[in-house]
């Protein structure tokens, strides 16, 4: 997948959380790790959202037990820099033609 392909299924998923009521935080937060594609808050819960992309296969099959890791230590990571209290969960952003698909809490699959 292109990064253009990828930033354009990213902005779907920013428009798509913005009307159902998510506040975005940040875009594209980096470590060493891994990136996180989109931080939102929803009812005092902080989001983490990996986008996926596919249109010829379900894209959940693209989060693999390495990268689900590298998304856990780059939360982990997000929390050393930022002060936050409260819950949290991390979440898959499917972006197919059919349109998206928010999985929640894919870090207790």
Do not use: W
Not at 68 to 84: A, R
């Amino acid at each position: 997948m292109s990064l253009e392909i990828g930033l354009k299924a990213e902005d779907r998923v920013v428009k798509f959380l913005q009307k159902n009521g998510y506040k975005i935080i940040k875009r594209n937060f980096h470590s060493k790790f891994g990136e996180i594609d989109i931080v939102a808050k929803k009812d005092g819960i902080l989001n983490f959202f990996e986008v996926k992309y596919s249109k010829n296969y379900d894209p959940i099959e693209r989060i693999t037990p390495s990268k689900m890791k590298k998304i856990i230590k780059t939360v982990d990571y997000y929390f050393m820099l930022n002060v936050c209290d409260g819950e949290y969960q991390i979440n898959a952003a499917l972006v197919t033609s059919k349109g998206i698909e928010i999985i929640e809490n894919i870090s207790s699959f």
